[in-house]
């Protein structure tokens, strides 16, 4: 399985996501966000990278961001509301708010012609307002417009390389050079809140959008000017090297005489009496003997990544206490390694630099396509855009598959698959809004058999009329706040 930004947005099997790439479910950090918007009440946001630091920001009322971009390739639908409500939601909780138009994207690789981008971002706009984006409080800007992400896009350039674009994105030799340039626009998009100051920032997307996030997590680390390990002695050790060595520095160590050293040569000697062999454990005990008689002493090291030479020595100057200074690296023995990372980022700002923080993600689930299969822009009926007619979007539901059984009669007997039925999803993802009772009463009469499809088809189908309209009214309303603001609407680019 491949997650691909511009592919097909279904994913068959959620739980891969957890297992094969390393996304954490969302319910392990649901307890630790204050007042959970109803996606993440209902399992429709089921994944994350690093939500923590944002959750834990929101709780303690300190800055942090959201930030979020769409393609201006058609009319905004039911599934953009997702990303739109989750902008939305940050920035009521105190969050700095992003909404960007991913127009050079859209121009590179889908091809759209500026005026499409055009006509549709204004859409996408007044869409994300009309659903309550506050723009006055919060950013919202197109990527061919804002000089500060393309030069952060460049920067970031200087730290990836083709082999890795091609390696992530599938990349070749007849890949357009400006396709390859909206990642690093994207890349600069992700990291654009941090600009002023490092916050913990959260990008909300489809699962699909994972290989950005996880690129621009490394970028971030990339542009770093130190990075800060933990290490036992001069030499580096990887991480299950490091494991090992700390094991035995325990084992060996005596607290009660600290005037008595853990030689190299005597670690060496314990790990291979006392530990199952394995690849690290020879290739620790190979370091560990060419260290020969150095003592073992947990330390704090800082390597020297992207610093120039004044913050490098700004660097070491500001570390108290004992120290060791070596060609491109500090090793501090009185740090710990929290306070070592904060110090290592207080001296890359004084000295210029991002101090960027990985950015975090949720990821929300993909809403099913109205007739089955996947919700397309290109097959209308499988989606509700939210500039559709009221009394179209009233058919479309009405005409929507249903997890129905063959005959009113089997409903009652065995219960509708709630499940499996994307009218049920309507009601979970968007009609019930904050009301959970009315989402969890349309599920337990459905798979209790009291709720027959038909009546339950055309209630959803009433309520997204009635959603319809009164969002194109507040669409309207937008307008005006729309045109204050110092967005050019009709871009001077050509084709
Ligand atoms: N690539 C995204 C899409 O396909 C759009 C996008 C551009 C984006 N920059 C972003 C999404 C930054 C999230 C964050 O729709
Ligand atoms: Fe879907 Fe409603 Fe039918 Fe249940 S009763 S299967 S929720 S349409």
New binding site residues.
Partial sequence: MALDPWGSSTVDDYRKLFEEFGIEVFDDVLPRVPSPHYLMRRGVIFGHRDYRPVAEAMRKDEPFAALSGFMPTGDPHIGHKLVFDELIWHQQRGGEAYGLIADLEAHAARGLSWDEIDEHTESYLLSLIALGFDPGAGTLYRQSSNREVQDLAFELGTKANFSELGAIYDFDGETDVSYMQSVLTQMADILYPQLEEPKPTVIPVGPDQDPHVRLARDLAGRMRYFGVTEAYASFELDDDERELVAVAYEALVDDSDPETDVRCTEAAEWLRSERPPSEALDSAIETLEAGGKEPLRPRVRFLDRNATDEAFEGLIEAIEGEKRVYEAHVDSFDLGREAAEELAREVELEYGGYGFLPPSSIYHRFMTGLTGGKMSSSVPASHISLLDDPEDGYDKVKS?T????ETAEK?REL????D?????EL?AYLLSGDDDEFATE??D???GGE???G???EQ?AELMAEFLEEHQEKREEARELLEDLDIDLESDRNR
């Fill in positions: 929507a249903t997890g129905g059984r409903q219960g509708g698959e709630a499996d039925c994307p009218v049920y009601y349309v599920y009469e459905c798979v709720r027959l499809c009546g339950c088809k959803a």
